[in-house]
């Protein structure tokens, strides 16, 4: 199993570097939205490969222009630019899980994440851009539900999303047990 997820990570260099890809040739006018899906105990390990792809693709494509964003890391930027985030701590501390994400709700609205991240991005200024922090940001933020506001944001930009659960290329399960609704506007980074 070790082998074949070490193969899996080796293929995503080549991949997200080819023309074919960042032309988004043979997707037929579809979303370019990828998942690289992996089993969750293995996101160390998925980290460290993310930091190697962030130093190698300039080195083997020096012109291509590519962004990393943890949503994790969207959301709390987010929440002190807002200046919620302080509150939420300590509503968390009095209040616990349930209020605050109720209290969150609004602010984290899908929608409005797929707007700040858009903006943050500024995709018609990149030609790859990759997604990660998924597991951390649950339950503040549903995968399915930022990837459908993202939609008519991203363009033609391929958006590459480290997922730590399956795709089935139909519905994502995060941590391959959470039953996520349907999105079928991705495709498999990698086999």
Known sequence: MSGVFNQRLDQILERVTA???????????????????????????????????????????????????????????????????DKALALHQKQGDAALRKALAAPLDAGKLAAVLATEVKPAQQDLVLVSGVGAAYPLLRTHNLLNNLHHRMGSTPLVLFYPGDYDGQSLRLFGTLQDKPYYRAFRLVS
């Open 19 to 85: 023309d074919d890809f960042l032309q988004g040739k043979g997707l037929g006018n579809e979303i370019p939205f990828y998942a690289f899906d992996y089993p969750a105990e293995r996101e160390l390990e998925v980290r460290g490969h993310l930091a190697f792809l962030l130093t190698q693709i300039p080195k083997r494509r020096p012109s291509l222009r590519f962004t990393h964003i943890n949503l994790f890391d969207l959301i709390i930027r987010h929440l002190k630019d807002r200046g919620f985030y």
